[in-house]
């Protein structure tokens, strides 16, 4: 319904079609209503989901919220075109800009260890720091200092026209971001980020 809305909206044409697979759209709203099902204890209500076809490009499902019926938690919300945090979702992209300015190979080896840039001191998930680490280890344990430190060397600003030539528009409303942007610290919509991981896909 949320893409039936949106198609409904940019379009004037009496009948559109669309590159929507049947079956996998019905098992990813299962996934997402059963998903929230197990989650609502701990409060989260909503989820959504786009899956897209690396090779050619489309998207084969697309479900906007985990019951577009639930008003209650605002199911009529397209999750997909919403603008949320990130969280570590960028990271692998900070490491490509890395590798492709010549800054690391996947085994050069980055510290793990407290930092402090002008009063942002950036810690990992488990509190603890891991100290010598290669570059591809540091990204697979999603370690946050080692992501920081290297959009550090990057600029977050080059790192931010980097991510809008690769269709994150969000961010030109964004007019700056900082280092916590690799973890989370600015927003993007899931469409975007899908975008992102399909061009990775494809080597981009």
Do not use: W
Request: hydrophobic share 40%; net charge neutral.
């Amino acid at each position: 319904p949320h893409l039936a809305r949106r198609l409904k909206s940019e379009n004037t044409d009496a009948i559109l079609s669309t590159s929507l697979d049947a079956v996998m759209q019905e098992k990813v709203n299962q996934l997402c209503f059963n998903h929230i099902q197990r989650l609502k204890n701990t409060g989260i209500h909503n989820a959504c989901a786009m899956v897209i076809d690396n090779k050619s490009g489309e998207v084969l499902a697309y479900s906007g919220s985990a019951d577009f019926n639930d008003r209650q938690h605002y199911g009529q919300v397209d999750g997909i075109k919403a603008i949320r945090s990130p969280g570590s979702t960028l990271k692998p992209f900070v490491y490509g800009m890395a590798i492709d300015a010549g800054l690391i190979t996947p085994k050069t080896i980055l510290e793990d260890v407290p930092v402090n840039y002008a009063g942002y001191s950036p810690e990992n998930f488990d509190r603890r720091f891991h100290g010598a680490v290669s570059a591809e280890d540091a990204l697979s344990a999603s370690l946050n200092i080692p992501a920081v430190s290297l959009l550090e060397k990057t600029d977050p600003a080059a790192f931010r026209q980097k991510l809008i030539l690769g269709g994150c528009a969000s961010l030109k409303k964004q007019k700056e971001i900082g280092l916590s942007a690799i973890l989370g610290g600015c927003g993007i919509s899931l469409e975007e980020l899908c975008t992102l991981y399909s061009a990775l896909a494809n080597e981009g």
